[in-house]
C-alpha cells in the first residue's frame, strides 16, 4: 500500500519520493518481500522523476544489475528515493535507492539501489527529444 508520494524537486534532494508500507500478500514464504515487489516501487518512483524531466510519457528500457543488501520486514516503511544521475538525447539514468524504517528504535536500514533508465515518448510511442534542462 503506498502512502505518501513526495519529492519537491527532480533530484528527490534527500525527500524520498515515495514511502511505501508493504502488506501481507507481498510476502513471500521466507517471511521477507518480495524482490519483484521491490522493482516495482523503484519503477514508479524513477518514473516519477523521469517524467517531470521529460514534461511528458517516458518508458523504462533498462535496469542495471542491482544487488539485494538486505531483506524487507513486514511492518517496514519502505522510501524510495530517486535522482538524475545522466541525461542523453532521448534518455534520462535515474539513481534509486531504497531505505527501509525499522522497528520501535526507527532504525535506517540500506535494502538495495539501482540505475534506472527511462526514455521519453512521443505520442507514437517513439523516443522524443528531452526539453533542454
Ligand atoms: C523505449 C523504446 C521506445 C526505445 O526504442 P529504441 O528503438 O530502442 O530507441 P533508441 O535505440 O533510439 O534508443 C533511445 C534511447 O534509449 C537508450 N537505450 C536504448 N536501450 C538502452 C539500454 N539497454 N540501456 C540504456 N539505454 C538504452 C539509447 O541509448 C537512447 O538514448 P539517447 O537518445 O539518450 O542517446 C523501445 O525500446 C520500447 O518501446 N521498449 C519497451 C518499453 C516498455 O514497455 N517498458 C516497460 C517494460 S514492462
Known sequence: MTIETSGTSASGGGVPILRVVPGPT????NGHIF?????????IAGGIVAHRIAQGPVATVAVESMHFIAPILLRDIVSVFAHEERR????????????????????????????FTFVAL?????????PPA
Open 88 to 115: 542523453g538525447r532521448t534518455s534520462i539514468a535515474i539513481r534509486i535507492d531504497v531505505v527501509a524504517n525499522r522497528g520501535a528504535a526507527m532504525t535506517d536500514v540500506h535494502l538495495t539501489s539501482g540505475l
Open 35 to 43: 524482490g519483484g515487489w521491490v522493482l516495482s516501487q523503484m519503477d
Open 122 to 130: 512521443d505520442e507514437d510511442h517513439r523516443p522524443r527529444l528531452l
Open 26 to 29: 507481498d510476502i513471500n514464504a
